[in-house]
């Protein structure tokens, strides 16, 4: 029950969010409760990738930052990423206005979704640019005392790619340039640009990172602020999925708000139980497992610039290499409890 406590303020989102969804659909109470509960779970599903990696970062910034994230990330994720952005990405792609593409939302959202779906390729292309440099940087620039699969990750040509400090940006664009190679002529360029700013941003908070470095005060910046930006940055990539899946169980954008936003605290809070309990040192190939799902995150959304992907196949994924890397941990913790003090 004592773990219960990283939740409340997740139970309290889930709260407000009900009682704001009964008066939005006054005469569809049980319909409206059942689709903000599919959508959270959507959310989850999506994102639970997203909160191991998020401990990660957590776990080097102050308590007063880790607070900030849960508060003031928590509007940001919600209004930010899941209303303000969708309506801002159609309003960038169509001739309409920001405030006449939130009365499209209101009055059709049907004519809203399929505006959004236009943007969507772009979105893929930002977002699998972002989370693929993710994944590289953590198998290919970062050395690690322990590797989980060798196979892949401690192989010699990554061996020898792991002593070139630009080698994952090299790998990063040749896998840029063979997804947009099948592009349109009308849509590569877009694309292209997308993704090098999926690449550009990724690269460009890693400089304010070393930027900030050098002194004591940079390094509360570091720790701090830039680990605040960097979550948000991660956040936004891995919801742009959950965002347009989201319209595949509703088309009302506010129900769609309350859903993804109560699913989003609970990542939040799932973040912060696993920096509290020190799960990522406990569980040692956790860490592993989720930037595999990201790296798959990363190939999906690629994959969905041409075709359509089933949200529950990406979540799925991503949950199922969490399970397998947590198993692979307790096995390994259990071998090692075996061997005597003297021999490890």
């Not at 994230?69 to 303000?84: D, E, N, S, T, Y």
């Not at 002194?215 to 570091?222: E, F, H, L, R, S």
Request: hydrophobic share 55%.
């Amino acid at each position: 029950m004592r773990n219960l406590k990283y939740f409340y303020s997740s139970f309290i989102v889930t709260i407000i969010g009900i009682i704001a969804a009964v008066m939005l659909e006054p005469e569809h109470k049980i319909y409206a409760l059942y689709l903000i509960i599919v959508l959270a779970l959507l959310e989850v599903s999506l994102s639970f990738d997203n909160a191991v990696v998020n401990a990660k970062v957590l776990n080097k910034m102050p308590k007063k930052w880790q607070k900030i994230f849960i508060w003031i990330g928590l509007p940001i994720a919600v209004f930010g990423m899941r209303l303000i952005f969708p309506i801002l990405l159609v309003s960038v792609t169509t001739s309409l206005s920001f405030v006449d593409v939130f009365r499209l939302a209101v009055n059709n959202p049907d004519a809203y979704q399929s505006a959004l779906e236009l943007g969507f390729p772009t979105i893929c292309a930002f977002g699998g640019g972002f989370l693929i440099m993710v994944f590289l940087k953590f198998f290919i620039a970062e050395k690690h005392e322990i590797y989980w699969l060798h196979a892949i990750e401690k192989n010699r040509f990554i061996s020898a790619l792991r002593n070139y400090p630009g080698g994952y940006i090299i790998i990063a664009l040749i896998i840029g340039y063979t997804v947009l190679h099948y592009a349109s002529d009308a849509q590569a360029g877009t694309l292209a640009m997308a993704f090098l700013m999926g690449l550009m941003v990724h690269e460009a908070l890693g400089i304010l990172n070393s930027l900030f470095g050098g002194n004591m005060t940079g390094k509360v910046m570091q720790n701090g602020l830039m680990g605040f930006i960097y979550l948000e940055v991660l956040d936004a990539s891995f919801s742009f999925d959950g965002v347009i899946g989201a319209f595949a169980i509703s088309t009302n954008i506010f129900i769609i708000m309350i859903g993804l936003g109560i699913g989003a605290m609970f990542v939040r809070s799932l973040t912060i139980f696993f920096v509290e309990h020190q799960t990522l040192s406990k569980f040692r190939y956790l860490e592993h497992g989720a930037h595999y799902a990201i790296g798959f995150l990363a190939i999906i959304m690629f994959i969905k610039i041409y075709a359509h992907v089933p949200e529950w196949l990406t979540g799925t994924i991503g949950i199922g290499l969490i399970i397998i890397a947590f198993i692979h941990s307790i096995r390994a913790n259990k071998k090692d409890a075996l061997i005597p003090t003297g021999e490890q």
